[in-house]
């Protein structure tokens, strides 16, 4: 990109997020310097985000930088770390300085709300592809892992999973005649990411994954990291009123199959049960027992009248029963 593009970069991203008293040398040298407090670890994560395959072609510019940080700071909630520094590396067809100035607003307005500052940064002119990378500081020991979960462990799952599926479906055209199709279709373009959740899940749950390529699958990577099955019973999922206007039957299958949630799946040991709910009511924090952790390997979806044939990563959201 010529110079005065760069420039033009360089205004929107210097001063962009929060700012913070830990971040010694911010954009502009070659590398940042942070201060890390003592008896913390570092909690780092980087997604990728590419136009035609992470969000629809011509997507509105502040979902893109919205979700882009979004999308880490779930990932960071899911280990129960602070969210602080970002890293930006945009690779743009061209700079545009509405485009820019949109997708910073996306990006700064969520940065702000969870104190994160972006503290460096690379800009590359090709295919639209937006990579962040983000860390934040967790006490030494204390972070939640996938691999925590124990058999007899209560299986929950926050907000209402399947929504964001169904709301870049309406996005893009492929389902139509839905109520409150506004509401579903901003779970896609601007999920809320469970940070405060996942900092206060640390004394009580056992394992953690956030629910980024659906309920089952995701829920299935934390029983196996964990050496244990488990078991959902699809009556205690939590479907919101425009996704069960779908049907029964498809909305469960959005809420376990559908991606793009980052809501937070984790795992609560019995004993520690009525401390969670004493502590962080289930009402007032969102979330929902959906089920157990079992001995038996896998995952096993339990209906009304008894087991259900599990969703497959084939099925087909869209198909009319
Ligand atoms: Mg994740």
């Known amino acids: 990109m010529p110079q005065s593009e760069f420039e033009l970069i360089d205004r929107y991203f210097r001063r962009c997020g929060a700012q913070r008293a830990d971040v010694r040398v911010g954009v502009g040298d070659d590398a940042a310097l942070l201060e890390c407090p003592p008896g913390m670890v570092l909690a780092a994560a980087v997604d990728t985000l590419v136009e ?24 960071l909630a899911a280990m129960g770390a602070r969210p602080a520094w970002a890293l930006l590396a945009l690779t743009l067809p061209a700079a545009e300085e509405r485009w820019l100035s949109e997708f910073t607003a996306g990006f700064a307005a969520l940065a702000r709300v969870h104190e994160v500052a972006l503290v460096g940064g690379d800009t ?30 209560a299986l929950f799952v926050s907000g209402t999973p399947g ?17 409150q199709a506004e509401y579903l279709r901003e779970r896609f373009l ?29 829920a299935l990577k934390l029983a196996r990291a964990s050496g244990c099955g488990l ?7 939590p479907l919101s ?46 979330y ?34």
């Open 52 to 75: 035609g395959v992470h969000f629809p072609r011509g997507c509105r510019a502040d979902s893109i930088g919205h979700r882009a940080l979004a999308v880490n700071l779930s990932d």
């Open 124 to 153: 590359t002119q090709g295919p639209l592809t937006v990579t962040v990378t983000l860390m934040g500081p967790v006490p030494a020991g204390a972070a939640l892992l996938r691999s925590g979960a124990s058999v007899g462990d």
């Open 163 to 179: 929504d964001a599926a169904v709301g870049l479906a309406l996005e893009q055209g492929r389902l139509e005649g839905l109520g």
């Open 190 to 218: 601007f999920p809320t990411p469970r940070v405060a959740l996942g900092q206060q899940l640390r004394p009580y749950a056992s394992g953690c994954i956030d629910v980024s390529d659906g309920l089952l699958a995701d």
């Open 231 to 237: 078991e959902i019973d699809a009556t205690r999922l």
């Open 241 to 286: 009123a425009p996704l069960r206007a779908l049907g029964t039957e498809r909305a469960r299958a959005f809420a376990l199959t559908g991606g793009d949630d980052y809501e937070l799946c984790f795992t609560v040991p019995p004993q520690q049960l009525a401390r969670l709910h004493a502590q962080l009511p289930p009402q007032q924090w969102g």
């Open 288 to 321: 929902t027992r959906i089920g157990s952790m079992r001995a038996e390997p896998g995952a096993r979806v339990m209906g009304e009248a008894g087991e259900l044939p599990l969703p497959t990563g084939g099925y087909d959201h869209f198909a009319q029963a």
